[in-house]
């Protein structure tokens, strides 16, 4: 006897994707998910996009990797709410992670959540974990193939930040490849380039993203 | 690495409609897995031979059925299937398009008594 049933395999992702994102709407919390390489500048990024945002918005992080608590304390010195996430093997993370740890927040005191995803171009990109944006960054030194290589990265990312960009002189990065490439696998993708050392670039994108915050909020009173 | 509890989701899942249909026992799962949807299909077997061990799903083989991509131009409608990630129409060259298939990624059926 053959029984249909057509059910959603990530099912307990998704469900716990919407009640992660209803709770933010209510809270009117903006959560961003930052992907990206080992190594590529993710929580150097974040330094810089804290500085940026501290004075106009309240901000706080979670800190995902697989094993210790370095990057919390770095953003912790900086005197913003963190809770670190140690996933103990695990590639990526997973709605029911964030859920589990919202708890440790005062949701009624932040504006901006910022998740530093688990270094790696792959398995992340797979789960949605309530975000209202996902970031994807690519270094310099990475090279300019990575958009063909891990597609489905740049096919999921709103915005594409080209991390170390001062070393572009340095490496043979053809960054209009990258822009091909990335409009090809995803004609919406918003590219981006910063100088985490010096702050470079990064006002664009914080314009961008303050434009995006403004949308959605008007998009969420309409709904 | 993530296979494996997409395989525990397979077996919540699979053992729930089993009870509800009163399955004694599944001998096959049907999955319609997409060619975006980033899964390692080979490791699903394996994991799952290991932890349906004391169900009821125990023994049962898992039929992946891969679903291609296809992507329909926005402009000129135009439909095409293709073997990666372009968001570019073959036909009149707009980037204004949608996946209709590719995403997939659940149980079909299931076979028992």
């Known amino acids: 006897m053959e029984i249909k049933i057509v059910r959603q395999i990530m099912e307990w992702n998704e469900k716990c994707d919407d009640e992660i994102q209803k709770l933010l709407n209510e809270k009117g919390i903006f959560m961003i998910n930052v992907m990206g390489s080992p190594g590529g500048g993710k929580t150097s990024f974040i330094i810089k996009l804290i500085e940026k945002l501290r004075d106009k918005y309240r901000v706080g992080v979670i800190e995902a990797d697989i094993a210790g608590k370095l990057d919390a304390v770095t953003i912790g010195l900086m005197g913003i709410p963190v809770v670190q996430l140690n996933t103990e093997g695990a590639c990526h993370i997973e709605a029911m992670s964030i859920k589990k740890i919202l708890p440790e927040f005062n949701l009624d005191t932040l504006d901006i959540l910022i998740i530093e995803n688990i270094g790696n171009l792959v398995c992340p990109a797979e789960f949605e974990i309530g975000e209202h944006l996902k970031i994807a960054l690519l270094s310099i030194p990475e090279g300019d193939d990575k958009v063909e290589k891990y597609p489905l990265m740049f096919t999921k990312a709103d915005a594409l930040i080209l991390s170390k960009y001062d070393l572009k002189e340095y490496f043979n990065f053809d960054e209009r490849r990258v822009e091909a490439r990335g409009k090809e696998v995803n004609p919406n993708l918003q590219i981006f380039n910063a100088n985490s050392i010096t702050g470079g670039g990064i006002d664009n994108f914080v314009h961008w993203l303050e434009r995006e915050m403004d949308r959605r909020k008007v998009k969420a009173k309409e709904e | ?113």
């Open chain 2, 1 to 113: 690495m993530h296979e494996l509890s997409i395989t525990e989701s397979i077996i919540k899942i699979c053992s729930e409609e089993a009870l509800k249909n009163n399955l004694k026992k599944v001998e096959e799962i049907r999955l319609k897995v997409g060619e975006l949807s980033g899964v390692v299909s080979e490791s699903i077997q394996y994991y799952f031979d290991i932890i349906s061990k004391d169900t009821i799903l125990k023994g049962a083989k898992i039929n992946i059925e891969k679903i291609s991509m296809e992507i329909q131009c926005k402009d000129c409608n135009h439909i095409c299937s293709t073997n990666r990630i372009n968001f570019c129409c073959p036909n009149c060259g707009s980037f204004n398009i949608k996946v209709i298939s590719g995403n997939e990624f659940y149980i079909d059926s299931i076979k028992g008594e």
